[in-house]
């Protein structure tokens, strides 16, 4: 089974920028599609990002667009999640979770098969 573990959140002014990190309890993390989801409060989980298990492809939301950026480390079990230009509506508790790799890059929470237990970011404005 594998445990992802996300990093890096934290209290930050709107224009700053952020980086959050998803690690891998094992090596077999190279081989899912690693996603990124948001839950602001009171309000449904979202999708944020995906990245495919080779990083040649990544799909984003439309609120993140342009800001935000997932990356694969060279270590093969860390994801990062850059965010740039943050607002105040960006904040959310963000996790990372892990679908067995394949062409489809999910934006459902039921595409993923184990998910960290979230880190916090609040911006303020």
């Known amino acids: 089974q594998l445990q992802l573990v996300e990093s890096g959140g934290g209290l930050v002014q709107a224009g700053d920028s952020l980086r959050l990190s998803c690690a891998g309890s094992s090596r077999t993390f190279r081989n899912y599609n690693i996603g990124w989801f948001r839950q602001a409060p009171g309000k449904e989980r979202e999708f944020v990002g995906v990245v495919n298990r080779i990083a040649d492809r990544s799909e984003y939301a439309d609120p993140v667009k342009g800001r935000f950026t997932i990356s694969r480390a060279s270590d093969e079990v860390t994801v990062h999640l850059q965010m740039n230009s943050l607002k105040p509506e960006d904040t959310a508790v963000y996790y990372c979770?892990?679908?067995?790799?394949?062409?489809?890059?999910?934006?459902?929470?039921?595409?993923?098969?184990?998910w960290g237990q979230g880190t916090q970011v609040t911006v303020s404005s």
């Open positions: 979770a892990a679908a067995w790799g394949s062409n489809y890059l999910g934006r459902r929470e039921g595409d993923y098969d184990y």
